[in-house]
């Protein structure tokens, strides 16, 4: 994990490979070799095994899963934890869940992107797991997406130039925003304009966000974000 990150903290960090894109074999078996807890939202274990590397478990209600995975997995003793095919949650949630019960203090989730109804559920992921305060970002090779809910701040490790996103999620958000291109000081972030999109870290600018009031999605170009949280500048 990145500097800062919950491995650093000795908390373990969950890998929850879903069943979505992936374009770099290599650096999502890296990924997966890095993880305390891995764990495989049904298809999601067919990306691994094609790695080569075996998940604890593999979770869901396994209709897309095929039966020649399913098989070697389960003679390689990958538990199998089934739910109905009709249910009120998506595999993914159950995956996480299940990181969770096993005492994951941070959960990263890769495959999260793709399909725009189920990005959009992996951030509702990521904003529940922020209000249970636990740490958590969709990861990809080129992205890392995170969900701050008032009062937080991160210092980004990103270098120069990398992109930067912050969208509030339901109303407005305030936010201070320094070391980017486009600053704002206790800025407004309105719940209808694009006003927090496309802005770029600067050379030598200590980029931080610190979110006074709301709740954001933080979208950053460079794999290797870890959002490491800091104290709030009044906030104590």
Request: glycine share 12%.
């Amino acid at each position: 994990m990145s500097a800062g990150g919950a491995e650093d903290r000795g908390r373990p960090v969950a890998v929850v490979f879903l069943d979505g894109e992936y374009s770099d074999p290599g650096w999502h078996r890296a990924l997966a070799g890095r993880a305390d807890i891995l764990l495989a939202a049904d298809g999601g274990a067919r990306f691994l095994s094609a790695l080569g590397v075996t998940p604890a478990a593999v979770v869901g209600d396994f209709d897309s899963l095929d039966e020649a995975t399913s098989a070697r997995l389960q003679d390689e003793g990958v538990e199998f934890l089934r739910h109905p095919v009709r249910k009120d949650v998506t595999d993914g949630e159950l995956a996480v869940d299940e990181a969770v019960r096993r005492g994951a203090g941070e959960v990263l989730l890769a495959g999260a992107t793709g399909a725009l109804d189920h990005t959009l559920g992996h951030i509702a992921i990521l904003r529940r797991l922020e209000a249970r305060g636990i740490a958590a970002r969709l990861v990809a090779p080129d992205l890392a997406v995170t969900v701050l809910a008032a009062p937080a701040a991160v210092a980004l490790a990103a270098p120069p130039g990398a992109r930067v996103s912050v969208a509030p999620l339901g109303e407005a958000a305030t936010v201070t925003l320094t070391g980017l291109d486009y600053p704002l000081a206790r800025g407004l972030l309105p719940a209808d304009a694009c006003l927090g999109l496309g802005n770029h870290v600067v050379a030598g600018g200590d980029a931080r966000i610190e979110l006074h009031d709301g709740c954001v999605v933080v979208l950053v170009e460079c794999a290797g974000e870890s959002f490491r949280r800091i104290t709030a500048r009044g906030e104590g």
